[in-house]
């Protein structure tokens, strides 16, 4: 019975040598094939996140009788008009105000820089490089060196004009497909496994979506409320262009812990313009906005999310960013919260009924009735 074995171990053969060696390259293969289409996963993880959030609109449709082919044209169609409706609004101030940040965030921008070379060269005991005495074209080329070191060779297709409009087509067209007939791409996956653990992995997949949905609707109310705030604040506190810098803080919003940093660079940045004390209230107004967001705001929309453990929220945004730049940033905290809900519900819950039935078995029968 032993025969098999050298020194209690079983010897390492040639077949178990192809056969590691085969699961090796099968592995290398796999996240090779997934590296070179990295750019159609980040458009199809986009397009499911549109289709989760159609569906906060169809989903209610359909179960008011309207099938969900009408429902989700009527939700596009609303989400047009509405769209268009909030622009002519606003459009007016909106324009006054970008036309402003062009001309004055350059300058401040150009001002901080050279400020903070300045420091850095009295501290080095140099003199501070002075490179271009137009501040435009400065910032212009020191902002496309930042760009291109953040996105160069993460995410080919989407570093060209035309490659991102190819994207959005292509996000938009998934996620409306996907919100007419979502049950049929559940059925097609779940079709992929084997017939015992079927039943648990659809319950998955639904529990992913019903997670991500309540997610998406946490995120966008949290959203809105820290435009708002930061509207009214920098309002209140007279900063050029506040309808403007209140729409980025609104959109960096979607991005955990990064996003509010963010957006207070421009905000301090045109406020420095105005003075240096202006500058230190914006500061205080985004630390307060966002304390507010973290201790108020965040624990009543996004009860009954996911939860995202802080520091992994960091690391893991940190990790997408420097692996896929600003939409690696983008979709970490989504990507995260669905691998949390697929860990939890095929790993960690089964583990636990399986701990649980051998604490409630009988005595002798832990291991089974041969022994």
């Given at each position: 019975?032993?025969?098999?074995?050298?020194?209690?171990?079983?010897?390492?053969?040639m077949?178990f040598?192809?056969?590691?060696?085969?699961v090796?390259?099968?592995?290398?293969?796999?996240?090779?094939?997934?590296?070179?289409?990295?750019?159609?996963?980040?458009?199809?993880?986009?397009?499911?996140?549109?289709a989760?959030?159609?569906?906060?609109?169809?989903?209610?449709?359909?179960?008011?009788?309207?099938?969900?082919?009408?429902?989700?044209?009527?939700?596009?169609?609303?989400?047009?008009?509405?769209?268009?409706?909030?622009?002519?609004?606003?459009?007016?101030?909106?324009?006054?105000?970008?036309?402003?940040?062009?001309?004055?965030?350059?300058?401040?921008?150009?001002?901080?820089?050279?400020?903070?070379?300045?420091?850095?060269?009295?501290?080095?005991?140099g003199?501070?490089?002075?490179?271009?005495?137009?501040?435009?074209?400065?910032l212009?080329?020191?902002?496309?060196?930042?760009?291109?070191?953040?996105?160069?060779?993460?995410?080919?297709?989407?570093?060209?004009?035309?490659?991102?409009?190819?994207?959005?087509?292509?996000?938009l067209?998934?996620?409306?497909?996907?919100?007419?007939?979502?049950?049929?791409?559940?059925?097609?996956?779940?079709?992929?496994?084997?017939?015992?653990?079927?039943?648990?992995?659809?319950?998955?997949?639904?529990?992913?979506?019903?997670?991500l949905?309540?997610?998406?609707?946490?995120?966008l109310?949290?959203?809105?409320i820290?435009?708002?705030?930061?509207?009214?604040?920098?309002?209140?506190?007279g900063?050029?262009?506040?309808?403007?810098?209140?729409?980025?803080?609104?959109?960096?919003?979607?991005?955990?812990?990064?996003?509010?940093?963010l957006?207070?660079v421009?905000?301090?940045?045109?406020?420095?313009?105005?003075?240096?004390?202006?500058?230190?209230?914006?500061?205080?107004?985004y630390?307060?906005?966002?304390?507010?967001?973290?201790?108020?705001?965040?624990?009543?929309?996004?009860?009954?999310?996911?939860?995202?453990?802080?520091?992994?929220?960091?690391?893991?945004?940190?990790?997408?960013?420097?692996?896929?730049?600003?939409?690696?940033?983008?979709?970490a905290?989504?990507?995260?919260?669905?691998?949390?809900?697929?860990?939890?519900?095929?790993?960690?819950?089964?583990?636990n009924?399986?701990?649980?039935?051998?604490?409630?078995?009988?005595?002798?029968?832990?291991?089974?009735?041969?022994?």
């Amino acid at each position: 019975m032993e025969s098999g074995l050298v020194g209690g171990r079983r010897p390492i053969t040639m077949g178990f040598i192809a056969r590691a060696t085969l699961v090796v390259v099968g592995i290398s293969a796999i996240i090779s094939l997934f590296w070179l289409g990295r750019d159609i996963l980040f458009v199809a993880f986009f397009g499911i996140l549109f289709a989760l959030f159609l569906s906060l609109f169809v989903n209610p449709l359909e179960r008011w009788g309207i099938p969900r082919l009408w429902g989700t044209i009527l939700a596009l169609v609303l989400l047009v008009g509405l769209g268009v409706l909030v622009a002519w609004l606003v459009w007016p101030t909106l324009h006054s105000q970008i036309i402003l940040i062009r001309h004055q965030l350059p300058v401040a921008l150009h001002d901080a820089l050279t400020w903070i070379e300045a420091q850095r060269a009295a501290l080095g005991g140099g003199s501070a490089e002075v490179t271009s005495t137009d501040p435009d074209q400065d910032l212009h080329r020191r902002i496309e060196e930042i760009l291109g070191r953040i996105i160069a060779g993460a995410l080919p297709l989407l570093q060209t004009a035309s490659g991102v409009v190819v994207g959005s087509v292509l996000v938009l067209i998934t996620g409306i497909y996907l919100s007419i007939d979502p049950h049929l791409y559940v059925r097609g996956l779940v079709s992929l496994v084997p017939p015992e653990g079927r039943e648990r992995f659809r319950a998955t997949l639904y529990s992913v979506g019903h997670d991500l949905r309540l997610w998406i609707l946490g995120t966008l109310i949290n959203m809105l409320i820290i435009g708002a705030m930061t509207t009214v604040g920098l309002l209140f506190l007279g900063v050029p262009a506040a309808l403007v810098l209140g729409l980025i803080a609104f959109f960096l919003e979607f991005i955990p812990f990064y996003g509010p940093i963010l957006s207070a660079v421009p905000a301090v940045a045109v406020a420095l313009l105005t003075s240096g004390e202006s500058a230190f209230w914006v500061i205080v107004l985004y630390i307060g906005i966002h304390q507010s967001e973290g201790n108020i705001v965040q624990p009543l929309v996004m009860r009954g999310t996911v939860h995202l453990p802080p520091v992994l929220t960091v690391l893991v945004g940190a990790f997408m960013a420097i692996l896929f730049g600003f939409l690696g940033l983008i979709l970490a905290v989504p990507l995260m919260a669905m691998v949390i809900v697929f860990v939890e519900r095929l790993y960690i819950q089964p583990l636990n009924a399986h701990a649980l039935r051998i604490a409630r078995a009988p005595p002798g029968r832990e291991r089974g009735d041969g022994e």
